[in-house]
């Protein structure tokens, strides 16, 4: 029988806390407006100092002389899971708010956002953008993206950092490898493309042919996208394509994380989602069930496509994102499938730009990957939800920060960093003891 391990409890009252919880508030806002004020005392990460955006690196070398270590984790899980949720900028305010009392209602700063204009979003990208490298990153970001972009950000082994943009659905799927062996290209391009969704398993080459002897007929590409396919419909679609009398080609969806891509690809195309798996009878179905894609580019790794309905893609982008923020609300950053609505927007987003940053400078690619991630979702941010000027407040808590030059802000990272500082002050505030366990 294996020994048990013993538990040592220790416990804290609010007359030992008090002093250590109020340093604890008091030091985080310090270290925010020092980060603002190029005035961090820490050391350099790799040679490149500490910003606004570094606020989690600077607080993990700042608060190890907070000898408590339950004030200390709940400041830095507080800035952690808004640094997940959001970005850097929100973590940066809900430093700083929480050694600050906010008078004006969170409802009056809603009320008082508005769109943000180009020179709004300049102001508030010179206070965040300092250092050389990430001004020249995000200038190319800026002038690629445009307006509308999503910005995903990746690191790579390259020499050299890179962006690059697009305009077309990008998917992490491929059709079946065999059929590359019938042609030395290297992505296979289709105009005019009639979709077959099918949420089920497509078993019998019956069940399809109304739709192959279409295809057939009219001379038109198929994609038939399904949860699976036997291996008497890849052989027959495999002869016919490489004789050149079809080019029908089938696409698995993955069981798990990916599954959802089948109904968005559906809604895309604006296809009939065939539903086997409640009864749907797949041989009954004529061509009103198809959809329909302007173009498909097939690569070895991916599938890419256009739409001809823009407005479907804009309200599937919107939808996933509803979808998102109702899993983080009760999930939270860390929730199973957080990084699936991610996916599911990357893919549904038709115009990306793409971002790679390189570790050219020995060290430096976390800290400069972290601030160009955090400026991508600021960028997307600011266009969606709009800003708010500070100047239309006169809280004491805005001061410092207007005093710095740090006038406009995004309106949903002030609200969601006003309001997780002081959840997390009133509750260290009103605890009456501390219980920890060894």
Not at 57 to 71: L, V
Not at 271 to 298: H, M, P, Q, R, Y
Not at 336 to 356: G, Q, T
Request: net charge neutral.
């Amino acid at each position: 029988m294996s020994r048990m391990k013993k538990r040592f409890y220790k416990s804290s009252s609010t007359k030992d806390l008090n002093t250590v919880i109020l340093n604890g508030l008091q030091g985080s806002s310090r270290l925010a407006t020092s980060l603002l004020a190029g005035r961090f005392s820490g050391s350099a990460v790799s040679g490149t100092s500490l910003e606004p955006l570094d606020i989690f690196h600077a607080i993990h070398t700042k608060f190890q002389e907070i000898e408590h270590p339950f004030i200390k984790n709940s400041i830095i899980s507080l800035l952690k899971n808004s640094f997940e949720s959001h970005h850097a900028l929100a973590a940066f305010l809900a430093a700083y708010f929480l050694d600050h009392e906010i008078e004006s209602s969170l409802q009056d700063i809603m009320l008082k956002s508005r769109c943000a204009t180009g020179r709004d979003a300049d102001e508030i990208y010179s206070i965040l953008v300092r250092d050389d490298r990430t001004r020249i990153i995000f200038n190319q970001i800026r002038h690629v993206a445009g307006s509308s972009a999503r910005i995903v950000v990746q690191k790579t082994p390259a020499k050299k950092d890179a962006v690059f943009y697009r305009q077309n659905n990008v998917y992490p799927l491929a059709v079946p490898q065999e059929f590359w062996r019938y042609t030395s290209k290297q992505k296979l391009e289709f105009t005019d493309v009639r979709v077959l969704v099918v949420d089920g398993v497509i078993v019998t080459v019956g069940e399809i042919n109304r739709h192959l002897t279409s295809a057939f007929e009219n001379k038109q590409a198929l994609v038939i996208i399904c949860r699976g396919f036997t291996e008497e419909i890849l052989a027959t679609l495999l002869q016919n394509y490489a004789k050149g009398n079809l080019n029908v080609f089938p696409i698995q969806i993955p069981t798990g994380d990916m599954s959802n891509f089948l109904h968005d690809i559906g809604y895309l195309s604006g296809a009939e989602i065939v539903s086997t798996i409640t009864g749907d009878v797949l041989a009954a179905k004529d061509e009103k069930c198809l959809g329909t894609l302007e173009n498909i580019t097939f690569h070895k790794q991916h599938t890419e496509f256009s739409v001809a309905d823009k407005m479907r893609r804009d309200f599937l982008v919107q939808k996933i994102k509803i979808e998102k923020e109702n899993y983080l609300k009760e999930f939270g950053a860390n929730g199973e499938y957080s990084d699936v609505f991610e996916a599911r927007l990357v893919a549904a987003s038709a115009e990306i730009c793409k971002v790679y940053i390189s570790d050219i400078g020995i060290g430096q690619s976390g800290i400069i990957y972290d601030r160009i991630n955090s400026l991508g979702k600021i960028h997307n941010e600011i266009k969606e939800r709009g800003i708010v000027d500070l100047n239309d407040f006169n809280d004491k808590a805005f001061q410092t920060l207007k005093s710095m030059g740090f006038t406009k802000l995004p309106v949903s990272s002030l609200i969601y960093s006003i309001h997780v500082a002081k959840d997390l002050r009133e509750k260290l505030l009103h605890s009456s003891r501390v219980l920890m366990v060894d």
